[in-house]
């Protein structure tokens, strides 16, 4: 209250400095600049400040523009433009956007582990949440408070931190804004008083007044929403940076969130679109809630000193009614935010899977049936939409009605107190009162009419004033009401980004619990993972382990069994083709390898990831130049790195019959939509490319020659051995097997779990095979036989016919 006080106090005195101003009187100045406290002169001294580095700065911009214009067509040349590190860090260099033209320098600093070690206890631990896939109320509650704190410990993490820091800037501009508010409400009366009175000298040092109040209160309002503005992207910086991080990390958490775990659907509508709007919302709601809150409270005593404690009790009670009344009427709107949001998701993955699918739905001619998908999945989202304007439209009636019309009567009925009640109204009114009977009398014949006139313009300027502090602070209160509308909506943004990052560090940490209570755990379920991984072995080992398909995390289902018991060792040099029926989990093997599925039972020995490579049916091509197709996870920095070359390149291409690819495409540099570009059989030959780039010890290839003519196919997998690559490979040509010396046929016995390891190098093994052609051989023979069968069928056909 002593500060209230001392800030309201300081308004007097620097509203006779903008009148020394006016009228160039140094000394009067310099004396009201005396009797001001230091805070205050600090306010001024930094609202000075802003308003003239901002004159200067927009001065220096324009006479520069010419010069940056003429220079801002000059490129980045640096292609090597992303350096890690010794900590873990990247280093970015951008353009600057500068007069000179040059490079920024941009630290990117990854999230520590331990980090979300010490988060994993805010998203994990939720009371409504405990089992997978629980659901909750979205709305203004507990819950609300407890997600949203969680993840503001994410975009605001010390108080040290570049948000904080934007954080307290803006804070301090939302204060200035309000201490020009008071400023401005008290030249108002004086402007309106010396109006009425007819003192045009007065009146027009009040517009000078005005007008040099305008250049701080312009700046101020601007700097506000600028600040705003750089909140929310600090907030989505952070918190894209630290989504990136889990969710592009080496537990594949990209890949599990939707295959395995299933908690949430269209990962990157989150990502995306809700990240984004929650980061608005909150940085928009720290405006809307932290300037009025500080008008409210300075404004609510300035009015107590004005009008006294029964119109401040009048206005608290009115604000107390109204909020009650608007919580009780509000409809759940954090919970049709979040539906609309999972709306749009799913009307955004619709138009990904055409993208993707493009070509394959043009082949089925499936363009009405995906129309017809996207038009219903459109008019669900629009149903929702039109659903929520029309509760809005009854909901922001009431809502204007009390917050505008009935709060403004209720006004003027409070800014009235001293004129119809004096003795009710407060110590500045009363003040006001013993000034008039000091003040000079005017020169007039009668002294009492002339006293009269001059108390009209007294309480006519009184209630100028009180009616724009009342204004000011309904305005407040007015915004303070509105945000319970914004605060339910960024509920449900909340909840959706909490949705996210709980999954995310659900998978991160694969903490698939039973909930207590819940009945035992499913055999084969994302909770009943017991088995080990290890890395750095130095070949390829199973022991004992059963390849399952998970069952959804959400909800613990249990997995489905394809192989029971794998029992296999491939050491270096051991080819080995995997073969089995479609459905048997040929392609399980891989995944399992591959760290995409877990083990669920034994143990699997692999070796480091800089010595395995996989080759999956559905070859990818990435965003970027011809070379980055060939390098590829490499970029073109750790080619560099590493010293190699493109002449070394175009050696790899030659290898896979690939050769003519610079040549025909424009060059190494040459960027374009590859997967469109390419052949299949190119594409395949590029995945052969990547191997020999890579030279790792083991290559896991799944079906990757089906679109390869069997003289290249040859080719491939000759060239691979010869660079000392065992291949362990996933097909069904029977053709490939001269290449292995091992063969795992999978998918047999009663239930189509059971496996069979055999040695095509040994005697066992080429006995097996020799028996095996004895068979296709004695089929063949029966081929005339069938044919004979075949006509005599097709005569009594035609007899019956006839």
């Known amino acids: 209250m002593a500060a209230f006080s001392s800030l309201v106090a300081s308004q007097d005195v620097l509203y006779r400095i903008l009148v020394d101003l006016a ?53 980045l040349h640096r292609q090597n433009s992303a350096v890690k590190l010794n900590d873990g860090s990247q280093e970015i260099f951008v353009p600057s956007g500068g007069s000179k033209g040059g490079q920024s320098r941009v630290i990117i600093r990854p999230t520590k582990r331990v980090t979300f070690e010490a988060h994993r206890r805010l998203f994990l631990t939720s009371p409504e949440k405990t089992t997978v896939g629980g659901e909750h109320k979205t709305g203004i509650n507990r819950t609300f408070l407890r997600e949203f704190g969680a993840i503001w410990s994410i975009i605001v993490p010390h108080l040290k931190s570049k948000t904080s820091g934007l954080l307290f800037i803006h804070a301090l501009f939302l204060a200035a804004r309000t201490y020009l508010s008071l400023l401005v409400a008290k030249l108002d009366g004086r402007i309106v008083r010396d109006l009425i009175a007819g003192h045009g000298r007065q009146f027009a040092r009040g517009i000078v007044l005005w007008l040099l109040l305008a250049i701080p209160a312009s700046y101020t309002n601007a700097m506000i929403k600028f600040m705003q503005a750089k909140i929310s992207i600090a907030f989505r910086t952070r918190l894209v940076r630290y989504i990136h991080d889990i969710y592009l990390d080496a537990k594949l958490g990209y890949y599990k969130v939707s295959n395995i775990d299933g908690g949430i659907e269209g990962a990157d509508q989150y990502i995306t679109a809700d990240v984004t709007r929650f980061c608005d ?120 009605f009390m917050l505008k019309y009935s709060w403004s009567a209720l006004g003027y009925i409070f800014a009235s107190l001293p004129v119809f009640l004096p003795t009710w109204a407060g110590a500045n009114s009363h003040a006001l009162i013993e000034a008039n009977n000091h003040e000079e009398k005017p020169h007039s014949a009668s002294i009492a009419t002339a006293r009269r006139d001059f108390q009209e313009r007294s309480r006519m300027r009184e209630f100028i004033t009180n009616k724009r502090l009342m204004l000011s602070l309904a305005d407040a209160g007015g915004r303070m009401m509105y945000s319970i509308k914004d605060l ?58 059963p390849v399952v398909v998970p069952g959804l995390g959400k909800d613990n289902s249990p997995g489905e069994l394809l192989i029971k018991d794998l029992d296999i060792r491939i050491n270096p040099g051991d080819h080995i083709l995997i073969s089995g029926a479609n459905g048997v989990g040929k392609s399980a093997i891989a995944r399992v390898i591959g760290g995409l599925w877990p083990v669920y039972r034994g143990l699997v020995s692999k070796p480091m990831p800089s010595d395995i490579s996989f080759v999956p049916q559905r070859p990818y091509l990435s965003n970027g130049t011809l070379r980055d197709q060939i390098i590829y996870p490499a ?139 004895e068979e296709l051989e004695k089929q063949l023979s029966q081929v005339d036989a069938w044919k004979a069968r075949r006509q005599e069928i097709d005569v009594l056909l035609s007899g019956k016919s006839q």
């Open 281 to 400: 919302a909150a940085a928009a709601l720290y405006s809307n809630l932290g300037k009025p809150s500080v008008d409210f409270a300075i404004f609510s005593y300035q009015l107590y000193k004005n009008l006294g404690p029964l119109a401040l009790f009048g206005i608290f009670g009115n604000y107390m009614a109204t909020a009650w009344v608007l919580k009780r009427l509000a409809p759940p709107f954090g919970w049709l935010t979040a539906v609309e949001a999972r709306l749009e998701g799913e009307y955004r993955s619709g138009h990904t899977k055409l993208i993707t699918n493009a070509e394959e739905i043009a082949f089925y001619d499936g363009t009405g049936l995906e129309r017809s998908i996207l038009r219903d999945t459109y008019r669900r989202l629009t149903r929702h939409v039109a659903n929520i304007l029309r509760i809005k439209v009854s909901y922001n009636m009431f809502e204007d």
């Open 488 to 545: 339910a909506e960024l509920a449900g943004y909340t909840s959706r980004v909490y949705q996210l990052l709980s999954t995310l560090h659900r998978v991160h940490a694969s903490a698939y619990e039973r909930a207590p209570g819940s009945g035992p755990i499913e055999p084969f379920s994302l909770a009943d993972v017991r088995g080990t991984v290890q890395q750095g072995f130095k070949g390829v080992r199973f022991e004992h382990t």
């Open 23 to 75: 009228r160039k009187d140094t000394k009067s100045l310099r004396r009201a600049l005396a009797k001001l406290d230091r805070r205050t002169r600090l306010i001024i001294a930094l609202v000075s400040a802003l308003s003239s580095a901002s004159v200067v700065a927009l001065v220096t911009h324009n006479a520069k523009s010419a010069k940056q214009e003429a220079k801002r067509a000059r490129e």
């Open 635 to 773: 970029s073109h920095a750790d080619m560099l790195d590493a010293k190699r070359t493109d002449d070394e390149l175009m050696e790899i291409l030659k290898k896979v019959k690939l050769e003519y690819l610079p040549s025909r495409e424009g060059g190494w540099e040459t960027k374009k939509q590859w997967k469109d570009v390419f052949s299949g059989g190119e594409k395949q030959r590029v995945m052969f490319a990547r191997i020999l780039y890579k030279k790792p010890m083991f290559a896991v290839i799944d079906e990757g020659t089906s679109a390869v003519s069997a003289d290249v196919e040859g080719l491939l997998y000759e060239t691979c051995k010869k660079q000392g690559i065992t291949l362990i490979t996933i097909s069904h040509r029977p053709s490939l097997l001269q290449y292995h010396n091992a063969q795992l046929k999978i998918g047999l016995g009663d239930h189509r779990d059971e496996w069979v390891l055999e040695k095509t190098d040994t005697e066992e093994g080429r006995l097996s095979v020799e028996h095996e052609i």
